[in-house]
């Protein structure tokens, strides 16, 4: 029988080519969207697509079971990839937003985590590949929110990897830099909805750095890959014999691993605080 591996986060960038990748190398994969359209439109590309929304735990659950009950109860990988942005200055993201980013990029990954483990420890194997970001190893200004997620990321699959060890399970990270996507196009709703950068203490900044980069279109940051890239590394993370427990993706995220590594923290701020 075909591998099995759940994706989450496919209506676009990372997810659809993750799907798409894996599914020409044999797998089968289910690519989970978290708007039905976008679940009939996957579906109509061959794809069996549950809807699967993080902020929803009732969809969560119904999206897993629709899985297992295709697979005979079966998973072999998961892949946690569904997330937002939410740029602006700390300061200025109120404490709901924060919670609502978290909702989505975190604790619905730990929901769907937690229901996938059972299954994979049952069966004696599995792969839970977490999609986490040149973000998750440093801090950029502007970005405290997306940041905050991606490090808590980062130090609960750790830990997990720690527990599981001696299982099967596996538990790697992912880690891409500047992927071409539509997450900066995405996050602007997030941005307009929460944050007043009008009646900020940093208006200026935002005008003279943020609003451009969210609205003016530039062209691909330097470095940037396209969302490929990322699926080369996933494609190694679920079929090494040993995963290693990291993979970065992009010259930028190599240079963050360097940096967080052997830099003191006020000669980093200095590197960083510029970006």
Known sequence: MAKTIL?????????????????????????SCRQQRDCDRLRAMGFDSPRIDYDDAASIASGLAEVLEATGGRLDALFNNGAFGMPGAVEDVPTEALRAIFETNF????????????????QGHGRIVQCSSVLGLVAFPWR??????KYALEGLSDTLRLELKGTGIHVV????GPITSKLREKAIPHFERHIDWQGSALRAKYEGSLLKRLYEDRGPDRFELPPAAVTAKLIRAVEARRPAPRYYVTTPTYIAGILRRILPTRLSDRVLGGI
Do not use: D, K
Not at 7 to 31: D, E, N, Y
Not at 107 to 121: A, D, K, Q, S, Y
Not at 144 to 149: D, N, Q
């Open 144 to 149: 405290g929110a997306y940041v905050a997620t």
């Open 107 to 122: 604790f619905g990954w730990h929901e769907l985590t937690r229901r996938v483990i059972p299954v994979m420890r049952a």
């Open 7 to 31: 994706i989450t986060g496919c209506s676009s960038g990372i997810g659809l080519a993750a799907a798409q990748g894996m599914r020409a190398r044999g797998w089968h994969v289910f690519a």
């Open 173 to 176: 990270l992912v880690e891409p």
